[in-house]
C-alpha cells in the first residue's frame, strides 16, 4: 500500500545522517560508471523513481518500496523506506540498487554489498541546483543525458520566467509563510529546510527559524508571535478543515484568521526531490501567495483554500 508522502518527507529529513556515517558507495567515491542498455534497477527512493519515470524509462524498475507510486504496475515492492528487504533486493539480481542521501542512512543496506550488488547513493537534495545535478548524473546512467539536459532546461526556463516576472513587480516585502506538515503534533518546515528554499523562489519567506532542525515541532502559541501573512498545511482537506477551525475559535487576532488566508495543498509534488515536482511545487506556492494578494500574480491554477474571503 502507498504511504503518505509526508510521512516519506518527515521520515527522510528526521532520520538522514551525515554522509560521513554512510557504509556505502558515495557518488563521489564511486562516480558514474555505465550500466547495460537494458539495467534490472531497484529504487530504495521514491524521488528517484519518478525521476526515472520523467525520463522515460519506467521499463528498467525492478523494484521500488512501498512509499513509491508504481504500487499497481506490476513491479515488485522491496520493504519500506526504512525496512528495504534485502533478500528480495538480491533474489531480483539488480545490476544496481539506487538509493539517496536523505533515506539511504537509515536503510541498513550495507549487507547488499556484502552480497556483491552494486549500490550508488546520491547526493543531497537542498535545493533546485542540487535536484538538477542528481538528475543528470542518474540520465548519464541511463544514457538519457542529451533528454535531461533539455528537460532542465525546460524546467530553468519556467522559474527564471517567473522569477523575472516577480522581481519586475512592484511589491513590498516578501510574504511571511508558516508551512505545517501536521497539526497533532504541530510541525513547521523552517527556514533551513527544502521546503523553505520553495517559498523563497516562489516568492515568500518561512517565519520559522532553523534553530530546531528543518522540520521542527512548534506551539500553536508562536503563530501569535510569528503572526504570518499565510498558513500553508500540506494535507488532507478534513485535518485541514479541523487545524483552521481550532485556529479561528483559539488565535482569532491572527491575520491569517482575519483574512482568510489558509491554505491546503496535496503532498503530491512537494515531498519529491524532482526537477518537475520542484518546480510545479514553486508555481503552487507562487499562486497562493498571489492569491493572498502578496506577491505578483504568475497565474497559475488555484489550490484548494479554507476559511477565507
Known amino acids: 500500500m502507498k504511504k503518505n508522502p509526508i510521512q516519506y518527507l518527515l521520515l527522510c529529513c528526521s532520520l538522514a545522517l551525515p554522509a560521513a556515517f554512510s557504509l556505502y558507495c558515495s557518488p563521489e567515491k564511486e562516480g558514474t560508471a555505465p550500466l547495460p542498455a537494458a539495467p534490472r534497477i531497484v529504487s530504495l527512493s521514491p524521488s528517484i523513481s519518478r525521476q526515472i519515470d520523467d525520463l522515460g524509462r519506467r521499463e528498467v524498475l525492478t523494484g521500488v518500496t512501498s512509499y513509491d507510486d508504481f504500487s499497481r504496475t506490476g513491479i515488485e515492492i522491496v520493504g519500506t523506506l526504512v525496512q528495504p528487504n534485502l533478500e528480495a533486493i538480491i533474489r531480483l539480481g539488480p545490476d544496481i540498487v539506487l538509493l539517496s542521501s536523505e533515506d539511504g542512512p537509515v536503510q541498513n543496506i550495507d549487507r547488499l554489498n556484502d552480497a556483491g550488488v552494486r549500490v550508488y547513493r546520491f547526493g543531497r537534495n537542498r535545493n533546485f541546483s542540487d535536484i538538477c545535478h542528481n538528475y543528470l548524473r542518474l540520465a548519464a546512467m541511463l544514457g538519457k543525458e542529451p533528454e535531461a539536459r533539455k528537460n532542465i532546461a525546460r524546467y530553468s526556463g519556467m522559474l527564471d520566467r517567473y522569477g523575472t516576472r516577480r522581481r519586475s513587480a ?114 503552487r506556492v507562487a499562486e497562493i501567495l498571489d492569491t493572498s494578494h502578496v506577491t505578483p500574480p504568475p497565474r497559475f491554477p488555484s489550490p484548494t483554500k479554507r476559511g477565507g474571503k
Open 170 to 283: 512592484k511589491r513590498g516585502r516578501p510574504a511571511a509563510v508558516a508551512f505545517f506538515l501536521s497539526h497533532r503534533p504541530l510541525i513547521a518546515a523552517s527556514e533551513g529546510s527544502f521546503i523553505a528554499q520553495v517559498i523563497r523562489d516562489a516568492g515568500g519567506v518561512c517565519v520559522y527559524s532553523g534553530t530546531r532542525g528543518s522540520y521542527p515541532p512548534v506551539s500553536l502559541e508562536s503563530l501569535v508571535e510569528y503572526d504570518p501573512d499565510v498558513i500553508i498545511y500540506m494535507a488532507g482537506d478534513d485535518e485541514g478543515n479541523d487545524f483552521f477551525s481550532r485556529l479561528s475559535r483559539d488565535f482569532r487576532s491572527l491575520r491569517v484568521v482575519k483574512n482568510g488566508t489558509f491554505y491546503i495543498i496535496d503532498p503530491d509534488t512537494i515531498p519529491y526531490y524532482t526537477p518537475a515536482d520542484y518546480v510545479k511545487s514553486v508555481e
